[in-house]
C-alpha cells in the first residue's frame, strides 16, 4: 500500500526540479513521470542515493509532490532520506544533482554517499 502526503518529507529545489524536467523531456519520458529517490548500501561512507525517473507506485512507497515532482521513496530509504532537499549546481566546482540531508552525520568528497 502506498502513501501519498500534502506535505513532502523530501524536496525538491527550483533548480532541481527545472532541471528534471529538461532531463524528462530529453529522455523521452511521459510527463506524469516523477523521480524514484532510495537509498542503498555502499559508497565509500556506507550508504549511496539512488536516482533515476519512475512512473509506477511500488507496494510501501510514500509519494511526495514538491516543485512540480512528483517523488516516490520506499519506506526504508524513507528513514534516511526525511529533510532532504534534492538540489541541482552547474557551477563552477561540478554539475549535477546534490542531496542535502541533514540526517548524515558525513559524507564522501563526491557527495553520492552518507553516514548515519
Known amino acids: 500500500m ?18 528534471l524536467q529538461e532531463l524528462r523531456a530529453e529522455e523521452g519520458h511521459p510527463e506524469h513521470y516523477g523521480v524514484r529517490v532510495s537509498v542503498k548500501g555502499g559508497g565509500c561512507s556506507g550508504l549511496s542515493y539512488d536516482l533515476g525517473f519512475d512512473g509506477t507506485e511500488q507496494p510501501g512507497d510514500h509519494i511526495f509532490e514538491h516543485n512540480g515532482i512528483t517523488v516516490y521513496v520506499n519506506a526504508k530509504s524513507l528513514l534516511y532520506l526525511i529533510g532532504t532537499v534534492l538540489d541541482f549546481t ?10 542535502n540531508n541533514p540526517n ?13
Open 2 to 19: 502506498s502513501t501519498t502526503t500534502t506535505e513532502p518529507m523530501v524536496m525538491v529545489s527550483d533548480k532541481a526540479a527545472i532541471r
Open 104 to 116: 548524515a552525520s558525513r559524507t564522501c568528497a563526491c557527495g553520492e554517499s552518507f553516514a548515519v
Open 90 to 99: 552547474d557551477g563552477l566546482n561540478g554539475k549535477g544533482f546534490e542531496f
